[in-house]
Structures are given as structure tokens and as C-alpha cells.
DNA sequence: CGTCAAACTTGAATCTATTCAATATTTTTT
DNA sequence: AAAAAATATTGAATAGATTCAAGTTTGACG
């Protein structure tokens, strides 16, 4: 059996993610206090700092479950080899934007990127850009499988087209949850003619039709 | 002749400027107090509040200088029309990057990336992200002109292409200034791979070479 | 000049993230 | 099961950005 401490670490860990989760949300991550999410959670402000060195972390470690479940996603749609590889691009980066909202507001977003910009050193700084180079590895792997297939050009640097395009749909990404307007509909139109431009070129290219 | 109180408040305001830099590039933008930058520009606290409304915006004051001058270059680049475009995306960009660290430490551009993004609506993050468009302008410029010129296939959504281009070649710069080891000869070759890769197929593609 | 209003300057007070020394609880040892 | 050790909790103290009411300085006008 487990030992009393150990279960109630467990107990107020959770607690305290669960109070922060529902107070970022309802209020904004600015706006929410360590001393409000104490007493949601019902420990002291200390405590909460045990288990999280900053509230940095509180919204990092809530980041992390968002992007996990995308990536776990991303596999899925890598290990069935792509038919046409514009409509894999698509809906692959497609389920990443529609699934970023489920856990985040776009103001949790623009302060955790602020966080892992600022400080990049940080174990949180490290955990984001982990993240994120898995998921620019997810890109670069579903253009290297269409390679394979004869989907793509071989003459392609896939990895090279990869990492352009992961770093343009990222940068997308920031300027969307940095305008609250901006609707997920006009972030994929955006993509879909950045992908129309690449991949029209691809084919012709592919296909000798110039 | 201009009032005395002109006089002195344009003194005051390049004081706490120049202090600023100073102690920004000294210490680090984060490691410095309101407080020290008073005491070097010789007003107190609340006046440098009344130059600015924020901290970052001071940074942010720093960051405009800085982009201004690399967006009159720019300019004159794309005053003379490109002989190969692939050169002269690499000399565009690289300007870019070359300038970069004039006035701003790796560490204060974290700090002005994490500010715009956090605050977008702030009149820091509106003025930021005015010169990223501007500078995302000047590439699409340039990809234009030399579709005007014949060098890139006419077919090609140049508008798109330089949309990816920018938002990637910022990314990386992201990238860049969030490690401290890496260098400016890394960036451009990272730079260069995705220049290439891009361009290899355009050129497949206008000279029918597939 | 002398007076008044407008525009500035000032630094003490406020607001929050974060730290830390004092307690309190749980586990281990005897 | 008491004592000692290990581990957690607590909230008061600290630090630094920002605000603001009170005090100064400047410029306009007689």
C-alpha cells in the first residue's frame, strides 16, 4: 500500500493543476494570484510553490498535456502512409490547431510562449521547445514518408521543407492566439494556400509539367 | 527658439534611452531596476514612468531603432532589382540577421519577443508586430519582383511563398536568440538549407528541368 | 516683475511572485 | 509506542514594477 504522503502529494498536486486550470481559464493566466489558487486548491502559497517552482510551470505543465495528446494524435495519422501528401499536410497541422484550444485559452497560450521565449533555460523553456521540436519532427516525417512513397520529388530536401514549414505554421500559430479575432477557419485558410504554394510547385517539379 | 521645457523634456527622454541601453546591454534587460535606470539618467522612479509607460517600453523603443534601420537597407536592396533570387533572398535575410545584435543583446530580443507576444494589444505589441509585417512585406517585395523579372516561375503565389519564408526565417530567429551558444554562421546555414531546398524546385519548375 | 494654471517631478505606497525560517506531520528507528 | 529523523506546510518577509497624491517648475499674461 501506497504511504499516506505519497498519496496525499499525489492528492494535492492534482488539486492545485485542477484550481489553476479553472481559474487561467475563467480569469486569464495574468490575473490569477498563487494566493487564488491556494485557496481553491486549499493549501497555503508555500505549498504551492512545492510543487511548482513558478506558476510559470502550473501553466507549462498544462501546455504539456495540450501538445502530448496532439502529438499522440500525429503518430496515429503518421503510421497509415499518406495517399496525397497536400491532404496529409492538412490535416495533420489542421488537428493541431483544432485541438489547441481544449485545455488552453489563447491568453494561456501567449503567456506560456512568452514564458519559453523568455526563458529558455528554465526547465519549462526546455520542456516547451522539446515539445515543439517533436512535433517539427512529425512534419519532417510525414514528408520523408511521402518521399518514400514517390509522393514527393526525391530530389526534395524533406527535412529542409519540413523545418520551413513547421517554423511558418508555428509562427502562425503565435499571431492567431495573438489576436483574440482571429477565428481557427481564417488560421487554416492561411495554411491551406501556404501549402497550395509549396505543393503545386512540388508537383510540378514531380511531374516535369513546366 | 524652443521653450526651456521642451528642451529639457526631449533631454530627459533620450537620457533614460541611452541609460537604458547601457544598463540593458550590461546587466540584462531582466536584472535591471527601474530604480538604477533613474539613478544613471539622474531623474527619479516616477519620471522615467512618465517617458514610458512600462519597462518593456523602453525595450521596445530600442527594438524600433534597431528595425527601422534594417528595414532603410532593406530598401535600398530592393531598390536595384535581383540578378538570381536565391542570392539575394540570402543577402536580405542575412542583413536582417547580421543587424540584429547592434543594439540588442540575445537577451533583450527574448525579452521584446516575449513582451509582443504576451501584450499583443499593448501599444508595444501593436508597434512590434508593425515591424515584423513590414519586414515580411520587404520579402514578398523581392520574391515579386523577381516573378516581374522572369526569374521565379510565374505560376508561383509569391505573396504565400514569402508569407512562409518570413514567418520561418523569424522563427529561427526566435531560435537564435534563445541560445545563447548559437551563431550567427548557424543561422545563415540553417538559413541556407531551406533557401535552397525552396529554390531548387522553383528552378526545376520555371526551366522545366524535372 | 508677480501671479496663476498647466505640465512635470517626486518618492512613498501598493500589488504580487517568490523565498525562507519556524512549525507540523509522517515515517523510521529503537 | 516514544524519540529522532525526514519531509511538508505555512504565512510573514522580500523584492521590484507600477501608481498616485503632493510638491515643483515653467510659461502666459497683466
Known sequence: MTGLRTRQKADRKRRILKAS??????????????????????????TVYNYYATKGDILIAIVAMEVEEVLAAGEALL????????????????????????????EMWRAAMA???????????????????????????????GQAQGE???????????????NSLNMMFVEFVSDDAMTLEALKLRLSRQLDAMTRVWASAAHGTA
Open 21 to 46: 486550470m479553472l481559474l487561467f481559464r475563467r480569469s486569464g493566466y495574468r490575473h490569477v494570484r498563487i494566493e487564488d489558487i491556494a485557496e481553491v486548491a486549499e493549501v497555503s502559497v508555500g
Open 152 to 166: 514527393v520529388d526525391p530530389r526534395l530536401d524533406t527535412d529542409a521543407l519540413g523545418d520551413l514549414l513547421f
Open 115 to 145: 514564458l519559453s521565449i523568455e526563458a529558455p533555460l528554465t526547465p519549462n523553456g526546455v520542456l516547451y521547445h522539446q515539445l515543439d521540436d517533436r512535433l517539427r519532427a512529425q512534419v519532417q516525417a510525414l514528408l520523408a514518408s
Open 79 to 106: 503510421a497509415t502512409p499518406p495517399v496525397a501528401m497536400r491532404g496529409a499536410l492538412q490535416a495533420l497541422i489542421s488537428h493541431y490547431y483544432d485541438h489547441s484550444l481544449n485545455y488552453l485559452s489563447k
